[in-house]
């Protein structure tokens, strides 16, 4: 990783705990089993990137750009994506441990959440238009002034969200998780 530039790269069960990579370019790059855990990944372009199995928790990526990557079986806890660029932000999550992360005024229109846990993230001010949450654990997630016109909820779970405080037209709910939006009201729903 020494170099500037990478392009079309796998990357195997490298490990760089606790270490810092900045100012580096990756295009259309696999991660593969990689241990990044509590490294600061700062000023550096992601484009087009696979993680998959990589433990990611607690990466710094401030001023990073995350443009079109996927995780899949990653984890990730107690990531701040809020300090990502915002230019061509566009992620996506399977099979992922993204508890304790922050996507805090981020534009995440038709972001994909698949099997994904996602307890205490913060999504304050974010745009999650058209976003699917799917077989997603929400506990604990904070949504407020939060954009979810569209969102797919169907199959999410644990969710306490205040449609007096988010945006949620056309936002698509299961009648099991009708108690997330009405928790603030204390009534019970036999």
């Not at 490990?15 to 810092?20: D, P, S």
């Not at 580096?24 to 550096?44: P, T, Y």
């Not at 001023?63 to 984890?75: G, M, P, Q, R, Y």
């Not at 405080?165 to 998780?177: D, E, P, V």
């Amino acid at each position: 990783m020494e170099e500037l530039i990478h392009i079309q790269k796998t990357f195997d069960k490298v490990v760089f705990k606790g270490r810092t990579v900045r100012n580096r370019e990756f295009e259309d790059c696999i991660f593969k089993n990689c241990d990044f855990s509590n490294s600061d990944f700062s000023s550096n372009t992601f484009m087009d990137c696979e993680f998959i199995d990589c433990n990611l928790s607690t990466i710094q990526l401030v001023s990073s750009d995350l443009k079109t990557v996927h995780f899949a079986n990653c984890k990730m806890i107690g990531i701040l994506f809020h300090t990502c660029n915002d230019f061509l932000f566009s992620v996506s999550f399977q099979d992922c441990v993204l508890d304790y992360s922050s996507f805090t005024n981020k534009k995440l229109i038709k972001t994909k959440f698949v099997n994904t846990s996602l307890k205490e993230v913060a999504f304050m001010n974010s745009d999650l238009t058209q976003s699917t949450f799917d077989n997603c654990n929400m506990t604990g997630a904070l949504f407020n002034e939060t954009q979810l016109k569209g969102a797919n909820f169907l199959t999410a779970y644990n969710y306490n969200i205040d449609p007096e405080h988010n945006t949620m037209k056309k936002a698509r709910f299961s009648t099991q998780g009708i108690t997330g939006l009405l928790e603030k009201y204390d009534i019970k729903i036999v």
